[in-house]
């Protein structure tokens, strides 16, 4: 597979939101290295095919590059910043979002005796590998297919049971397998994940979300902090925040009722977290978000 014919597809085929033709397929094309910027992470497959990106969740720092992949297995909050742009050279990369139900049904069709077994111990939210041949194979046959809409329907379905099955079968298997599995650890914290970023403004006890996502106290922080590489409480305030920023941005007079919306009730230290998080006061980042456009989606491309 010729490594140029993988940027020419990315570069020909970008869109300004990412999208592409094929359901589920993203593409990014960064043309400038810009602060790092928070948001969250997605279920996703991302593959770089130039320039690199550095990406903090919790206190691990990942880096990938051209000719290595990443997977998301649980939507965290993310700090991300593209880095190795050079005039003429953007970052270009691959994205697949990845779905339980597509892994579940093709960890069935596979078989007992085909499918390969997870490890042992619960696998981080966020995983990165080198890119093997056949993976990036399949992902060049992907983009193909946004030059012969003809095919697209018959075998886009059929290239992406190709890619996951690589992926399951690839280095960062355990954590795909996981992710399909209704029963498995991973499962257990994208629930409790799930749970507080639906209730990110209310207060918890850990031993109530403990027992919703089907876990004793102890497997539960054990897990979480695996997945996560965080504490429940430390990833109730990365929402939290993230969350504030959102809203600054339109309403960037109001930053009591802001902070207050997301569960803070005492403004200083809304202030004071904030500031901590993002390196400046809430007042002053709202002032600069309204000019900043962002997109949402595919933060790991």
Same mark, same amino acid.
């Given at each position: 597979?010729?490594?140029?014919?993988?940027?020419?597809?990315?570069?020909?085929?970008?869109?300004?939101?990412?999208?592409?033709?094929?359901?589920?397929?993203?593409?990014?094309?960064?043309?400038?290295?810009? !602060?790092?910027? !928070?948001?969250?992470?997605?279920?996703?497959?991302?593959?770089?095919?130039?320039?690199?990106?550095?990406?903090?969740?919790?206190?691990?720092?990942?880096?990938?590059?051209?000719?290595?992949?990443?997977?998301?297995?649980?939507?965290?909050?993310?700090?991300?910043?593209?880095?190795?742009?050079?005039?003429?050279?953007?970052?270009?990369?691959?994205?697949?979002?990845?779905?339980?139900?597509?892994? +579940?049904?093709?960890?069935?069709?596979?078989?007992?005796?085909?499918?390969?077994?997870?490890?042992?111990?619960? !696998?981080?939210?966020?995983?990165?590998?080198?890119?093997?041949?056949?993976?990036?194979?399949?992902?060049?046959?992907?983009?193909?297919?946004?030059?012969?809409?003809?095919?697209?329907?018959?075998?886009?379905?059929?290239?992406?049971?190709?890619?996951?099955?690589?992926?399951?079968?690839?280095?960062?298997?355990? +954590?795909?397998?996981?992710?399909?599995?209704?029963?498995?650890?991973?499962?257990?914290?994208?629930?409790?994940?799930?749970?507080?970023?639906?209730?990110?403004?209310? !207060?918890?006890?850990?031993?109530?979300?403990?027992?919703?996502?089907?876990?004793?106290?102890?497997?539960?922080?054990?897990?979480?902090?695996?997945?996560?590489?965080?504490?429940?409480?430390?990833?109730?305030?990365?929402?939290?925040?993230?969350?504030?920023?959102?809203?600054?941005?339109?309403?960037?007079?109001?930053?009591?009722?802001?902070?207050?919306?997301?569960?803070?009730?005492?403004?200083?230290?809304?202030?004071?977290?904030?500031?901590?998080?993002?390196?400046?006061?809430?007042?002053?980042?709202a002032a600069r978000l309204r000019t900043t456009a962002r997109t949402p989606a595919a933060v790991l491309l």
């Amino acid at each position: 597979m010729d490594p140029d014919e993988f940027r020419t597809l990315l570069d020909r085929h970008a869109r300004p939101d990412w999208t592409t033709a094929i359901d589920g397929v993203l593409i990014s094309k960064v043309d400038r290295s810009d !602060p790092p910027a !928070p948001s969250m992470s997605g279920t996703v497959l991302a593959v770089i095919a130039q320039g690199a990106k550095r990406l903090a969740l919790g206190d691990k720092v990942y880096e990938y590059g051209a000719g290595q992949y990443l997977v998301a297995s649980v939507d965290l909050p993310v700090t991300g910043e593209f880095t190795r742009i050079e005039p003429g050279r953007p970052a270009l990369g691959f994205g697949l979002t990845l779905e339980p139900s597509a892994i +579940a049904e093709l960890l069935l069709d596979a078989g007992a005796g085909d499918a390969p077994r997870t490890g042992g111990g619960t !696998p981080s939210g966020i995983t990165v590998s080198d890119t093997p041949p056949a993976l990036l194979d399949a992902v060049v046959r992907m983009l193909r297919l946004l030059d012969e809409p003809r095919d697209r329907a018959v075998l886009a379905p059929l290239i992406k049971r190709e890619i996951l099955w690589r992926l399951i079968t690839g280095e960062q298997g355990a +954590a795909v397998h996981q992710f399909g599995l209704a029963d498995s650890s991973l499962s257990h914290v994208s629930r409790a994940v799930r749970w507080i970023r639906e209730h990110y403004a209310q !207060p918890f006890r850990v031993e109530d979300v403990a027992r919703l996502s089907g876990m004793s106290v102890s497997a539960f922080y054990r897990n979480f902090q695996a997945v996560t590489a965080m504490s429940p409480i430390q990833f109730q305030k990365q929402i939290r925040l993230q969350e504030a920023r959102l809203l600054l941005a339109t309403r960037p007079g109001d930053i009591t009722g802001v902070g207050r919306h997301v569960g803070y009730d005492n403004p200083s230290q809304f202030s004071r977290e904030y500031r901590r998080q993002f390196g400046t006061p809430p007042s002053q980042d709202a002032a600069r978000l309204r000019t900043t456009a962002r997109t949402p989606a595919a933060v790991l491309l």
